[in-house]
């Protein structure tokens, strides 16, 4: 048989118990076509790039799948069909892998690190930056040739004189 990987795009207005039936639902078109489904995870309501089906956040899971390619179409065709899974992605591997998914492990190494406050900034505040030595530039000069162009001249002398 083969190994899959699948993740789906539920609704946001959906509840996490409604998601989870979902998942249990296509569980069991899986086995009833004799494949088996292993790890599970549920990566929760995150904002989408853009809008699908006038929504902007969905509910994501990942599901590792072992079937034969019949049960998979069977499972994406009632997906297709069903009118709270906005979005999905089957892709064929040759393992799966073992313990958390990327997605699972940047929220854990997230939380270990700290919130955004807790970042040590060093000597430096926003906005400062090095801006290098500029000790081998000429100063600049505005003028269209690359010449200064000296001082300013009233503006009567510029439009023929004073009324």
């Known amino acids: 048989m083969a190994l899959y990987e699948h993740v789906f795009l539920a ?3 959906l509840s996490q118990q409604q998601v989870d039936a979902l998942v249990e639902q296509y ?3 899986i086995s009833a076509n004799g494949g088996s489904v292993g790890r599970v995870e549920n990566w929760g309501l995150k904002s989408l790039t ?3 089906n006038k929504n902007r956040k969905a509910y994501y899971t990942l599901m590792d799948i072992t079937c034969p390619p019949a049960a998979l179409n069977e499972m994406e065709r009632q997906m297709g069909l069903s009118e709270d899974v906005l979005r999905f992605l089957t892709i064929k591997v040759d393992a799966h892998e073992e313990g958390p998914s990327a997605m699972m492990q940047k929220r ?3 939380s270990e690190r700290g919130g955004f406050g807790d ?7 926003f906005g400062d930056r090095d801006r290098g ?5 000429p100063p600049r000069s505005f003028g ?4 200064d162009r000296g001082p300013r001249r009233p ?3 510029v439009e023929g004189g004073a009324e």
Not at 119 to 125: F, I, K, L, T, V
Not at 133 to 137: A, F, H, I, S
Request: no cysteine; hydrophobic share 15%; net charge positive.
């Open 27 to 29: 569980k069991s078109v």
């Open 50 to 52: 853009y809008r699908v």
């Open 133 to 137: 030595d500029r000790g081998d530039r």
């Open 155 to 157: 503006r009567e002398a």
């Open 11 to 13: 609704r946001q207005d």
């Open 144 to 147: 269209g040739d690359g010449a």
């Open 108 to 110: 854990e190494e997230r």
């Open 119 to 125: 970042r040590d900034r060093g000597p430096r505040s």
